[in-house]
Nanobody, 123 residues
Framework: QVRLVESGGGLVQAGGSLRLSCAAS????????TGWFRQAPGKEREFVAA????????YDTDSVKGRFTISRDNGKNTVYLQMNSLKAEDTAVYYC????????????????WGQGTQVTVSS
């Protein structure tokens, strides 16, 4: 059974940091790419960052470059999203997902999703 579970969300002041975790079980951990998406109130879900199965390749969206870092620990079957210099506009529910194609940023390329974790940044 495929399962992804996010954790680490919470309330933080602008300029602060949070680290999100995505614990995987089942076959998801062998998929080519694991990504993070986010959905703010009233907005569509958007791509944030993704990492290859090996952890050697990564890509992210322009709005988080230099602030967010994706990484993984294959021994723990966990993918992380370190978020620094948080802004109010980073407030959203953050989801991790397992995808079929490295380089993909669209939701349709990701087949398994976690339940999400809320991140709220106060200004």
């Amino acid at each position: 059974q495929v399962r992804l579970v996010e954790s680490g969300g919470g309330l933080v002041q602008a300029g602060g940091s949070l680290r999100l975790s995505c614990a995987a079980s089942g076959a998801t951990y062998t998929w080519p790419v694991t990504g993070w998406f986010r959905q703010a109130p009233g907005k569509e879900r958007e791509f944030v960052a993704a990492i290859s199965r090996s952890g050697l390749r990564k890509y992210d969206t322009d709005s988080v470059k230099g602030r967010f870092t994706i990484s993984r620990d294959n021994g723990k079957n966990t993918v992380y999203l370190q978020m620094n210099s948080l802004k109010a506009e980073d407030t959203a529910v953050y989801y991790c997902a397992a995808g079929r194609n490295y380089g993909a940023t669209g939701q349709s390329d990701y087949d398994y999703w976690g339940q999400g974790t809320q991140v709220t940044v106060s200004s």
